[in-house]
T-cell receptor
């Protein structure tokens, strides 16, 4: 049990659908992250929220829309996705990433997304 | 940005020792992480190095040489459950962010 949960674990959606991924952390962390993991590619950072404020958006297409209502919850809203968006979407949390202290990220199990 | 390089795949025998290398290029190095990820599961933290030298944690050790831009993860007394992907991640403060960038990962297969 890593303390970070994600739902759903698997999702199949058509290109015209709208769906949302949910992440919840029970670790008291201030920062939450969305990553995309595709086969044979490095983990790609998508969004970062620190104290509920979005601090990074790594040129992610607008068909991905994050939402962070509080420090414990993070959503990724999906609409009009493309087949190349099929991947494992991982959520993570950590202590404040702006401090020069050692910290590690705690990852959720991910949502396996297939876009048809 | 960082340029992080790891071997794609390695194989080893149960009970043996294996060393997984990671090289990187950064302008503001501020720490290197190793994570383990079993198939279909979340990455889990293994180690963190920010100073040169070896950090030992049970069967796993991690080494860092900042001058060479090089780290390795050493796994001793390999077990079948060590079959997993091992991710190297580097933190670079030059852009004002302390969020690490991940390499592609090394898939380790342990044979009986």
């Amino acid at each position: 049990e890593t303390g970070v949960t994600q739902t759903p674990r698997h999702l199949v959606m058509g290109m015209t659908n709208k769906k949302s991924l949910k992440c919840e952390q029970h670790l008291g962390h201030n920062a939450m992250y969305w990553y995309k993991q595709s086969a044979k590619k490095p983990l790609e950072l998508m969004f970062v929220y620190n104290f509920k404020e979005q601090t990074e958006n790594n040129s992610v297409p607008s068909r991905f829309s994050p939402e962070c209502p509080n420090s414990s919850h993070l959503f990724l809203h999906l609409h009009t996705l493309q087949p190349e968006d099929s991947a494992l979407y991982l959520c993570a949390s950590s202590q404040d990433p702006d401090r020069e202290t050692t910290y590690e990220q705690y990852f959720g199990p991910g949502t396996r997304l297939t876009v048809t | 940005g960082q340029n992080i390089d790891q071997p794609t795949e390695m194989t080893a025998t149960e009970g043996a020792i294996v060393q997984i290398n990671c090289t990187y290029q950064t302008s503001g190095f501020n720490g290197l992480f190793w994570y383990q990820q079993h198939a279909g599961e979340a990455p889990t933290f293994l180690s963190y190095n920010v100073l040169d030298g070896l950090e030992e944690k049970g069967r796993f050790s991690s080494f860092l040489s900042r001058s060479k831009g090089y780290s390795y993860l050493l796994l001793k007394e390999l077990q079948m459950k060590d079959s997993a992907s091992y991710l190297c991640a580097v933190r670079d403060e030059s852009g004002g962010s302390y969020i690490p960038t991940f390499g592609r990962g090394t898939s380790l297969i342990v044979h009986p």
